[in-house]
């Protein structure tokens, strides 16, 4: 079994060429849930419906959150009672949430209605948020602001100097069903190139998982979301400075620490390879721009390979 801790967009792609290069019903991916948020009374799982949405195929593809062949009735007809849509939710999307609110409401963990999600648009991997239980990533600001990450990210297009970042409710979330055991019984445990402070710390902060990642007799593999000394995508080079981390390839492998055994840079990066040696971290050198399926196919094989040279 092949486990991945995943964030949203960098980990779609990602999973995408996984669930290409070995059969989908070995890969568990442990996803984020500090993103969610409720709107209007509805919980929304950003992380987890990108995934979905990105592997069921029907991702919108510039924005690659939201559906493609959305329309926004619903959210214009709730402007005309002065909503202001800052968190745009398509019709198709508001379906999902409306969907799994319901489920929630009637007790069903979150675990479970993503169960039964993933199987609905035709996912044969297992999609695990990494607790049942309501967590939140807050953003304090340099200027004294306690802001949800959506507020930070989407309304404040993520402009405010970070002073600190935390997972409120982390201390009493327990991991999902599954979670623990994706971890401890895997063939190798990968951290997709998702944003290493509020998409994989987030998962890493729910009491248990670090210690199962540290304990696992699973190689550890990293992919590196920072390519050429910048992000691929989302705003990972304005949070990494918060947590003391540089915002380089190295500088990422560095932070995560002990947790990895192996560590994947992009060719931009190679001269950084002996530094990450240096680190007590394997490391490889090869293509990780995943804009198509074949190099993320690729990338999947060569984490699997250097798991496999790892794990003898
Ligand atoms: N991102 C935006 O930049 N603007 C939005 O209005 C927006 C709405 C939205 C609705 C549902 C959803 O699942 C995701 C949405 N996102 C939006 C993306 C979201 O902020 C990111 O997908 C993650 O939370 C960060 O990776």
């Known amino acids: 079994m092949f486990t991945v801790l995943a964030g ?18 070995q890969v568990a991916a442990i ?26 195929g029907v991702v919108h593809p510039e924005q690659q959150w939201g559906r493609a062949d959305e329309r926004f009735t619903v959210s214009e007809e709730l402007a005309r009672f002065g909503h202001d849509p ?16 319901l489920r929630l409401r009637e007790g069903v963990p979150l675990s479970a209605v993503t169960a039964e999600v993933t199987r609905a648009f035709g996912l044969d991997l297992r999609l695990l948020p990494a607790t049942d239980d309501e967590v939140e990533t807050r953003i304090l600001t340099q200027d004294g602001r306690d802001l949800h990450f959506q507020e930070y990210w989407v309304r404040e297009r993520a402009a405010p100097e970070v002073a600190h970042v935390r997972l409120a409710g982390a201390d009493t979330a327990r991991p999902a069903p599954g979670v623990i055991e994706a971890i401890l019984d895997a063939d190798a445990v990968i951290l997709a190139p998702s944003n290493p402070v509020v998409s994989i710390d987030t998962i890493l902060d729910v009491p248990g998982v670090r ?11 990293g992919v590196s979301p920072i390519v050429g000394g910048k992000v ?7 949070l990494l400075p918060a947590v003391g981390a540089e915002v ?6 560095a932070y995560y620490g002990d947790l990895l055994d192996g560590w994947l840079i992009d060719t931009q990066d190679e001269d950084q390879a002996p530094q990450v040696e240096r680190g007590g971290v394997r490391c490889r050198v090869t ?26």
């Open 211 to 221: 210690e199962a990642i540290a304990g696992t007799p699973a190689p550890v593999i």
């Open 287 to 312: 293509d990780t721009m995943m804009d198509d399926p074949e190099v993320a196919t690729a990338l999947a094989r060569t984490c699997l390979d250097l798991a496999e040279e790892l794990g003898r």
């Open 86 to 101: 800052w968190f745009t939710l398509g019709d198709r999307d508001l379906a999902l949430h409306l969907h799994r609110t």
């Open 248 to 253: 380089t390839a190295a500088g990422v492998a």
């Open 8 to 25: 949203g967009v960098g980990a779609a792609r990602f999973l995408r060429g996984l669930t290409r290069a070995v059969d989908p019903r």
């Open 232 to 238: 691929v995508r989302g705003m990972a080079h304005r």
């Open 31 to 56: 996803v984020n849930v500090g993103d969610d948020l409720h709107r209007f009374g509805l919980r929304i799982c950003p992380d987890l419906d990108s995934i979905t949405y990105w592997l069921g």
